[in-house]
């Protein structure tokens, strides 16, 4: 056989390590995803081992995480070959493992439109798009002061509560994910209190460019609006990114009223029914990545 169709003995796919890790992540960059700049800390504390890097005669090529949430959810995320590594077969050598990885759990994956063909004949299901809006967003704050006063750092609420409250937007709980996010250096976590419960919430992370606002989560628009504002006032002048899904017409509006524009979108799937998420409550995704 040739090269381009006798992967078994020159192909490998191994666990990754944390030095794996950050090339995946810049790998993710090269191809325009804009990661966060402690992505790979946060990832990798979720599950350990759910990230896989392909080896093509002991150089790494390729990349994809199948992280485990529990015993009955999973996501697909950094699915990627370098480019003059494609066309090999390769690609699909990492999917099998990922997915044989996660075994019988729901698996869901954000996916380039393009390739949703190839996720449907694996099974997988369109629930809905996610589109990314960005741009500077311009705060004013005299009118958004109040707005901000009122929220609270949510690195000092007891952080059962965030969990709590985080676990009506995912299918599954994530304690070990979110506690890394919310406290990853560099990052702003706002909370919205009210009747002595958490109503909503929300991270800013930087990223390689500008920053990114997710999860943004909250009982309505308007608390939303205040987390979003606030959140987005820490960093003037530079560019803000936030993931929407299309089913929620207030956080598309949330977004277009700050001036940001869409500047592409993903298709959110599953192998099994989509999960029952309340979405007009989910204004910001996490992560493409993790979910």
């Known amino acids: ?25 810049e790998w993710a960059a ?3 995803w804009n ?22 005669r002991g150089e790494p090529v390729g990349s994809i995480s199948a992280v485990a949430y529990g015993e009955h959810f999973g ?41 949703q063909p190839n996720y449907r004949k694996s099974g997988f299901k369109l629930a809905y798009r996610n589109i990314r809006f960005q741009g500077i967003v311009a705060v004013d704050g005299t009118r958004d002061a109040a707005r901000v006063d009122d929220l609270a750092d949510a690195r000092q609420l007891p952080f059962g509560q965030i969990a709590a409250y985080d676990g009506q937007f995912f299918p599954a709980p994530r ?4 506690n890394e996010w919310i406290n990853q250096p560099d990052a702003v976590a706002l909370a ?19 920053r990114k606002i997710g999860p943004l989560f909250a009982d309505d628009a308007q608390i939303a609006q205040a987390l979003f504002t606030a ?6 002048a530079e560019t803000v990114a936030l993931d ?9 509006a949330l977004a277009e009223r700050h001036g940001m524009t869409s500047v592409f979108e993903t298709a959110r799937m599953y192998t099994r029914e989509a999960p029952d998420i309340p979405l007009a409550q989910l204004f910001g995704v996490t992560s493409f990545e993790l979910g």
């Open 192 to 210: 919205k209190v009210g009747d002595g419960r958490i109503r909503g919430y929300g991270v800013l992370r930087r990223c390689r460019e500008g």
């Open 35 to 56: 990661p966060g700049i402690n992505d790979a800390r946060c990832f990798r504390a979720t599950d350990p081992d759910g990230f896989f890097i392909g080896e093509w």
């Open 231 to 236: 959140l987005a006032a820490r960093c003037p």
């Open 75 to 115: 996501f697909i995320g950094l699915y990627i070959v370098k480019p003059e590594f494609r066309g090999k077969g390769l690609g699909l050598r990492l999917w099998q493992h990922g997915i044989a990885y996660l075994g019988t759990r729901n698996v869901g994956l954000d996916g380039v439109v393009a390739q």
């Open 244 to 252: 929407v899904p299309e089913l929620n017409p207030a956080a598309i």
């Open 175 to 178: 304690e070990r994910f979110l």
């Open 1 to 25: 056989m040739d090269e381009a169709t006798d992967t078994t003995r020159d192909f490998i796919v191994r666990t990754m390590t944390a030095d794996d890790m950050e090339l995946a992540i």
């Open 30 to 32: 090269k191809e325009g």
